[in-house]
């Protein structure tokens, strides 16, 4: 590697390490039943040596596991309710600590009704984290709730849903430093741009009024840090 090309990779790491470990957040891939492709634009920002970890909802290929155990070290994948290739032995749930945060995650069709926040509640409080991670219903959320964060990243692919009208496709990166974390969520807006919004917890947060965390609609410069 020459010196420039040196000198880049490490100003590359040291803009990442400003925000601790970065965990990628996607699932509902349906390629390619329901889709062709991850949309270039994402695939553009996730590349190798950026994310320290990977947690993915399920229904997902081999050919698409395999791309994003090159992405990052630490790989979770739970079994999707349209994941049927035996040879993937996916759980169907994992738990995953990251700084001072316990995440679970699992597909989320075990969770009925569909996207039900009473039926996240009792999961959380049987799984004993911090954060849930669910998907299933192609429709990205962020809550807090009771103290404690409830994260859906959509369909990265933005999939065809009964549950969800016009899925977008979207995904959400999560930068945790110690008892902080910050959400990124990515989504591709009508004319093939990134939109980003981004959410700031703290685990001891309060709640506000209406149990969700407060947000930003404002561009992160996390996404030109991906970009660099």
């Known amino acids: 590697m020459d010196l420039p090309a040196q000198l880049q990779s490490d100003r590359r790491k040291i803009i990442m390490a400003n925000f601790g470990e970065l965990v990628l957040v996607l699932g509902d891939l ?6 062709h492709a991850i ?6 920002m996730l590349v190798p040596n950026k994310m320290k970890h990977i947690l993915c909802t399920g229904n997902i290929s081999r050919e ?3 791309d994003l155990c090159q992405l990052a070290p630490s790989v979770h994948v739970v079994r999707g309710d349209f994941d049927n290739d035996e040879s993937l032995q996916f759980p169907e749930s994992s738990i995953l600590q990251v700084g001072q945060f316990r995440i679970g995650l699992i597909h989320g069709h075990q969770l009925l009704p569909y996207g039900s926040q009473d039926a996240k509640a009792r999961l959380r409080r ?3 984290v911090d954060i849930l991670v669910s998907g299933h219903t192609h429709q990205n959320e962020v809550v807090l709730d009771d103290g404690h964060y409830f994260i859906n990243p959509g369909s990265i692919t933005g999939a065809y849903s009964s549950l969800t009208l016009d899925p977008v496709p979207s995904f959400i990166l999560l930068a945790i430093q110690d008892t902080k974390l910050v959400c990124y969520v990515y989504e591709l807006g009508s004319g093939g741009e990134v939109e980003v919004s981004k959410t700031e917890f703290t685990k001891a947060a309060s709640l506000r009024d209406d149990g969700t965390a407060p947000s930003s609609n404002n561009q992160s ?8």
Not at 39 to 44: L, V
Not at 221 to 227: C, D, F, N, V, Y
């Open 30 to 35: 349906h390629i390619p039943e329901r889709a």
């Open 39 to 44: 949309p270039e634009s994402f695939k553009r």
């Open 221 to 228: 410069s996390l996404m030109q840090s991906l970009l660099a």
């Open 126 to 128: 049987t799984m004993n």
């Open 64 to 66: 698409q596991y395999n």
